[in-house]
């Protein structure tokens, strides 16, 4: 067991995030695949408090369904991390608060860890090599993980680590319907793989295949021509019950609706928070799934102590 030193714990908010688009190019060496995608902050936040202990570093999460041992991606951070910066005979001790619903494609494990790095060397020092150092660790955590890093908006590609920073136009209201069903990242990947290898396609699959317009980027609402997720057709047919929340979202009345990652939360984008509002009052009669209002932010922590 970590015990703590009498010096202030650090503690800080990590922000999810949402895909405002994402295509899964091919799998590369190594089982990773090639992607491109735009990451997009958003103000659901899990708090992390992080104390400098004699000893192994320990994770504490408010969540049950996280693991707090070296499963756990913030773990795996801070012992990458203090390796790097030859920090011996010391530890962290980890305290998650959950804010970022668990399984739903929003980069809470990822935040988790890109808020662990920012700790470390908060604590420790800067990494030797800066970037290049922090990026390479980042990258070997998670395809999420380096974006999380510097948040905001960002066009990204490779593995993730390749990364075009966009500029944030606004707080954009998002509503999120997060319903109780968990879809595995790695289930996801297989389940895309088996049917591009048999030669399936969708209606989706093909909407997919158009390019990025560039003034959309940079809009309030991102890429809503090709606001598109090449995970959906997979996991649509596995959990058909997305398909139909997203149909109730823009129901609702939201502008664009799409799933998150590979899923299971879906998100709608509003040009105005009263518009979000009114179809937060409309959803909010069905009991079977969680609401969650939200809004762009143009980092990916806020320092709270």
């Known amino acids: ?57 320990e994770v504490r ?34 305290e998650i608060e959950k804010g970022i619903p668990v399984g739903g494609g929003l980069g809470g494990g990822s ?8 700790a470390c060397e ?21 395809a999420d993980v380096p974006f999380l890093l510097y948040g905001g908006r960002a066009l990204a590609w490779g593995i993730g680590e390749r990364m075009l920073q966009l500029p944030v136009k606004g707080s954009t209201p998002v509503l999120l319907i997060i319903p109780d069903i968990a879809v595995s990242t790695s289930w996801a990947y297989r389940a895309l793989d088996d049917t ?21 980027l940079l809009g309030q609402l991102g890429p809503t021509g090709g606001l598109v997720n090449d995970f959906e057709p997979v996991v649509f047919a596995y959990h058909p019950k997305l398909r139909d929340l997203k149909l109730r979202l823009r129901e609702a009345g939201a502008d664009v609706a799409l799933m998150s990652g590979s899923g299971s939360a879906i998100f709608g984008l509003f040009k105005d928070r009263k518009k979000r509002d009114r ?15 939200a809004e762009f932010v143009d980092r990916a922590f806020r320092i709270v102590s």
């Open 196 to 216: 591009r290898s048999e030669g399936i396609h969708t209606e989706i699959m093909d909407v997919n295949s158009g390019p990025l317009n560039w003034e959309e």
């Open 1 to 57: 067991m970590a015990r703590s030193k009498s010096s202030s714990p650090l503690e800080i908010e990590v922000y999810a995030k949402i895909n405002l688009s994402l295509r899964i190019l091919g799998k590369i060496e190594g089982g990773y695949h090639s992607v491109e995608t735009i990451f997009q902050n958003i103000s659901l936040a899990d708090r992390m408090k992080f104390t400098v202990a004699d000893g192994e570093t």
């Open 279 to 293: 179809a937060l009052e409309v959803l909010e009669a069905d009991r079977n799934f969680r609401l969650a209002p």
């Open 61 to 94: 999460c408010s969540h049950p369904a996280v693991p707090e041992g070296k499963e756990n991606l913030a773990y795996q951070a801070a012992v990458s991390c203090l390796e790097i910066l030859k920090v011996k005979d010391k530890g962290l001790l980890i």
């Open 122 to 142: 908060k604590l420790f020092g800067p990494v030797p090599g800066g970037d290049t150092t922090r990026f390479a660790l980042a990258a070997a955590l998670g």
């Open 111 to 118: 935040a988790d860890a890109a808020g662990t790095i920012l």
